[in-house]
């Protein structure tokens, strides 16, 4: 089936660190891939997305590169800051019928001064 | 900035009560999801519709949940007798196919006594 597989959190880091949080994916054919952002109290919002085989989504300094070989789409920022305490949803679009997002677990970020 | 819209966006209520939540998607998307949020469970999809037409609500109780979309602007959620385990955060979304992105509502907390 369609799937996808998150890195556990809670992760925790100080400001300026190196952030990597894993993405992979299982699906058939070839899906969209997403990360979506929650900050507290609100609603998901998209952060960046990728279509296509070696794509790469980029938003806000982060990146994450569409991995067919790998199955994967781990996000990364090289500095991360304050306000980028969040949970992050990885997701892949599947279509059947209509289009679906299928969302991992959620990686609760948090970044201390 | 076109935004989907979701109210109530606090709800307290007793056990037993009927409860419901609208949501007014962005105009002219015409795919819609019902996704409800908790600690233990993460993100799970209750429903969605496409053009107006259920195409998939089996992450529904289906005893007490009802979904409809009564016109374009109007999507519902009901919950007929509400009971303390559905105390959740209920979202809304829409999308649009062209751009691919699935745009969330704030969301509507619900707390049921």
């Known amino acids: 089936g369609n799937s996808v597989t998150q890195m556990e959190g809670p992760v925790t880091l100080s400001e300026e660190a190196f952030l990597t949080i894993n993405c992979t994916y299982t699906?058939?054919?070839?899906?969209?891939l997403f990360w979506y952002v929650q900050y507290p109290g609100e609603g998901l919002q998209l952060l960046l997305k990728?279509?296509?085989?070696?794509d790469k989504g980029s938003n806000k300094g982060f990146e994450a590169t569409y991995r067919k070989e790998t199955t994967s789409f781990h996000l990364e920022k090289g500095s991360v800051q304050v306000s980028d305490s969040a949970v992050y949803f990885c997701?892949?679009?599947?279509?059947?019928?209509?289009?679906?997002?299928?969302f991992g677990q959620g990686t609760r970020l948090t970044i201390n001064p | 900035d076109a935004r989907v819209t979701q109210t109530p966006r606090h709800k307290v209520t007793e056990m037993g009560q009927e409860v419901t939540m609208r949501c007014q998607p962005i105009l002219g998307h015409n795919t819609v999801f019902w996704y409800r949020q908790t600690m233990m469970q993460g993100l799970e999809l209750l429903a969605y519709?496409?053009?107006?037409?259920?195409?998939?609500d089996s992450g529904m109780p289906k005893d007490r949940f009802s979904a409809e979309m009564p016109d374009a602007t109007l999507a519902t959620l009901k919950i007929q007798p509400s009971e303390p385990r559905d105390s959740a955060v209920y979202f809304c979304a829409s999308w649009s196919s062209g751009a691919n992105v699935l745009t969330f509502g704030a969301g509507s907390r619900l707390t049921v006594l």
């Open positions: 997701a892949l679009l599947i279509i059947q019928g209509a289009q679906k997002l299928v």
């Open positions: 990728a279509t296509k085989a070696d």
């Open positions: 519709f496409r053009n107006r037409a259920p195409l998939d």
């Open positions: 699906a058939t054919g070839y899906p969209s």
